[in-house]
């Protein structure tokens, strides 16, 4: 069975640091393009960062370019978001997601992924 779970989600204060985690299991991330987005309280659900299939190509949202840095270790089965710089704004809830797009050179942060995790609630506040 196909299955992700993020984890990293914690309380921190603001210019603070996160690394949130994504874990396959049922199936291998090779071939499949991840995104993460994010959904605050009464906001719409937000791409914010994916990385293709091939690893050689990331998307960022503007929000965040410059402070995320979104990463892959096949050989784990893993998806890592490192969020440096938090500010309130980045307060949501993160949930992985993986689309199958084998040998894709892009990727794109549009609601168009088949699995999506559980979420991991990240808080910034001081």
Request: aromatic residues 10%; contains cysteine; charged residues 15%.
């Amino acid at each position: 069975q196909l299955q992700l779970v993020e984890s990293g989600g914690a309380l921190v204060q603001p210019g603070g640091s996160l690394r949130l985690s994504c874990a396959a299991s049922g199936f291998t991330l090779d071939n499949w393009a991840i995104g993460w987005f994010r959904q605050a309280p009464g906001k719409e659900r937000e791409g914010v960062s994916c990385i293709s299939s091939s690893g050689d190509s990331m998307n960022y949202a503007d929000s965040v370019k410059g402070r995320f840095t979104i990463s892959r270790d096949n050989a784990k089965n893993m998806v890592y978001l490192q969020m440096n710089n938090l500010n309130p704004e980045d307060t949501a809830v993160y949930y992985c997601a993986a689309v199958w797009e084998p040998n894709f050179a892009i990727c794109a942060l549009t609601p168009h992924y088949t699995a999506w995790g559980q979420g991991t609630q990240v808080t910034v506040s001081s």
